[in-house]
C-alpha cells in the first residue's frame, strides 16, 4: 500500500510527488500518458517570474531556486538560465502603464528597474532602433526548457523511490468511510492512504467523479518555435508585450518561442470539461493568430517578419473564477487533496504549490496560509458560471485602457 497516490505526471503532479518523497512517504505517480509531460506542460512557454501579487511571490522565488537546483543536481544543461523578463513599451501611455506594474511589484520584488529606451536596446538587441521608450525590467527571472526538465524531474522521481506508472488511467477515488483508501485505474486498484488530483486540464472532471468541486476551466493556449535567427543568443531577456494582446517570446534552441493571450474567447478556444481531449486533438487557430500578430511585430523585432516557423504547441492551462490555486484538502473526504487551477503559472509556482502539498499529505498541516486557495471556495458557483468567471480572469490580463496597468495577470487580490 503506497502511502500516497498523486494522479497527473505534468509538472504539478511530477514536483508533487518528489517533494512527497522527499518528505519520506511512499508515492505511486500515475499519468495516463505513455511519457510524463507531453500534454499542457509540454506546450509551456518555460517563464519563471513575478506573475502575481505578494502572495504568490514566495513561490516564485522559491519556483526559481527549484528549477536551478535541479540543473546543478543533473550535471547537464537542462536550458535553466536567468536572462531577466523585459516588458517593452511601445509607447508613451505604455510607459505609464509599466510604471503602474513597476511600482506594485516593488511591495514584493524589490530589484525590479525602469529602463529608458537607450538601456532596453542594450538589454535586448534585437528590438529595431526607435521602436521602444523604455521598459520594465525583472532581473531574477528565469527561462527554462521544460522538456529537458521534466526529463531530469523522471530521473529524479526514480532515484528518489518513487513508482511511476505510464499508461495508466485513473477512474477516480476508492472512499471507505468517508477516507481515500485507493485509486481506481485502468489496471486495476492502487491501495493508498491518500489521494493528489494534480491532473491538470481533467481535474475538474476527476474531482467531479469523486464527488469534489474543483473550479478548474481547461482553456485553449498555443505557442509556436521559429528556426534559428543570427541575432538571438542564448542572453536575451525574456519578453512581453502588454501592447500587443501580451506577445511574448523568449530564445528556444537558437530561434524565438512566441505566443500571445486572444483578445476573445470563442466556442473553438473551449473544450469539454468533463472530458477534455489530448494536446494533440486540439485545434491550431490560435498558433496562425500568434503568428500573424507576430509578423506584425516585425517593426519592432525586424527577425520576426519572414523568419521560418519551425513548430508548434497548444495545451488546456486552467483557470478558476478568481485567478488564484486550487490547493488543500477537499472537505469531506479524508486524505484526497487537490493541486489544480494552474491559471498560466504552474512552471512558476508549481514546485513551491508542491512543496505545501507534501507537508499537507505527510503532517497533515502547513505554515504557509493557503486559504485564498481553499478547495470549496467556489461551491456555490453554478458550473456556467464558474465556466464565465474562469473566461473573464484569462481576459483580465489585457490592459483595460491605454496607459492603464491590468489587474495583476488577472488575479482579483483581496
Given amino acids: 500500500m503506497a502511502d500516497v497516490a498523486v494522479v497527473g505526471g505534468g509538472?504539478?503532479?511530477?514536483?508533487?510527488?518528489?517533494?512527497?518523497?522527499w518528505a519520506g512517504a511512499d508515492v505511486v505517480l500515475l499519468e495516463r500518458q505513455p511519457a510524463l509531460g507531453t500534454q499542457?506542460?509540454?506546450?509551456?512557454?518555460?517563464?519563471?517570474?513575478y506573475w502575481a501579487g505578494e502572495l504568490e511571490a514566495q513561490l516564485a522565488e522559491y519556483g526559481m531556486r527549484f528549477y536551478a537546483d535541479i540543473e546543478e543536481r543533473s550535471g547537464g544543461d537542462l536550458g535553466v538560465r536567468q536572462v531577466g523578463l523585459l516588458f517593452p513599451a511601445l509607447s508613451e501611455p505604455g510607459v505609464e502603464m509599466l510604471r503602474q506594474e513597476y511600482e506594485r511589484e516593488l511591495h514584493f520584488a524589490p530589484d525590479v528597474v525602469m529602463l529608458d529606451e537607450v538601456e532596453t536596446l542594450r538589454a535586448a538587441p534585437i528590438l529595431a532602433q526607435g521602436s521602444v521608450h523604455g521598459a520594465l525590467f525583472q532581473p531574477d527571472a528565469y527561462q527554462v526548457d521544460i522538456g529537458r526538465v521534466m526529463r531530469a524531474l523522471y530521473d529524479?522521481?526514480?532515484?528518489?523511490?518513487?513508482?511511476?506508472?505510464?499508461?495508466?488511467?485513473?477512474?477516480?477515488?476508492?472512499?471507505?468511510?468517508?477516507?481515500?483508501?485507493?485509486?481506481?485505474?485502468?489496471?486495476?486498484?492502487?491501495?493508498?492512504?491518500?489521494?493528489?488530483?494534480?491532473?491538470?486540464?481533467?481535474?475538474?472532471?476527476?474531482?467531479a467523479r469523486d464527488g469534489v468541486d474543483v473550479g478548474a476551466i481547461p482553456l485553449l493556449e498555443s505557442r509556436f518555435t521559429t528556426e534559428p535567427i543570427a541575432a538571438v543568443t542564448p542572453e536575451l531577456p525574456m519578453m512581453l508585450f502588454?501592447?500587443?494582446?501580451?506577445?511574448?517570446?523568449?530564445?528556444?534552441?537558437?530561434?524565438?518561442?512566441?505566443?500571445?493571450i486572444e483578445r476573445t474567447i470563442e466556442d473553438r478556444s473551449r473544450v469539454d470539461v468533463a472530458d477534455p481531449p489530448s494536446t494533440g486533438d486540439l485545434p491550431d487557430h490560435a498558433v496562425w493568430e500568434h503568428e500573424r500578430l507576430a509578423r506584425e511585430l516585425a517593426g519592432v523585432i525586424p527577425a520576426l517578419a519572414d523568419v521560418p516557423v519551425?513548430?508548434?504547441a497548444s495545451g488546456l492551462p486552467t483557470w478558476t473564477p478568481d485567478g488564484r490555486h486550487i490547493v488543500g484538502p477537499a472537505p469531506g473526504v479524508g486524505g484526497y487533496v487537490v493541486l489544480a487551477g494552474c491559471n498560466e503559472c504552474c512552471v512558476t509556482h508549481g514546485p513551491g504549490l508542491s512543496r505545501i502539498v507534501a507537508e499537507l499529505v505527510t503532517t497533515g498541516a502547513t505554515d504557509a496560509d493557503i486559504s485564498p486557495y481553499r478547495v470549496?471556495?467556489?461551491?456555490?458557483?453554478?458550473?456556467?458560471?464558474?465556466?464565465?468567471?474562469?473566461?473573464?480572469q484569462y481576459l483580465l490580463r489585457h490592459p483595460p485602457a491605454e496607459g492603464v496597468a491590468a489587474t495583476p495577470f488577472g488575479i482579483e487580490l483581496p
Avoid at 509538472?11 to 518523497?21: C, F, K, N, Q
Wanted: glycine letters at 16%; charged letters at 20%; aromatic letters at 4%.
Fill in 11 to 21: 509538472i504539478l503532479g511530477a514536483t508533487a510527488a518528489l517533494h512527497l518523497a
Fill in 40 to 49: 499542457t506542460t509540454a506546450a509551456g512557454a518555460g517563464f519563471v517570474g
Fill in 156 to 207: 529524479e522521481l526514480r532515484a528518489a523511490g518513487v513508482d511511476v506508472r505510464t499508461g495508466t488511467a485513473v477512474a477516480g477515488a476508492v472512499v471507505e468511510g468517508d477516507r481515500v483508501s485507493g485509486v481506481r485505474t485502468s489496471a486495476g486498484t492502487v491501495a493508498a492512504g491518500a489521494m493528489v488530483n494534480a491532473a491538470g486540464a481533467a481535474a475538474r472532471a476527476l474531482g
Fill in 242 to 260: 502588454f501592447e500587443r494582446d501580451l506577445l511574448y517570446l523568449r530564445e528556444q534552441d537558437g530561434g524565438l518561442l512566441v505566443g500571445a
Fill in 310 to 312: 519551425r513548430g508548434h
Fill in 376 to 392: 470549496d471556495r467556489f461551491a456555490g458557483l453554478a458550473g456556467d458560471d464558474v465556466q464565465a468567471a474562469a473566461e473573464q
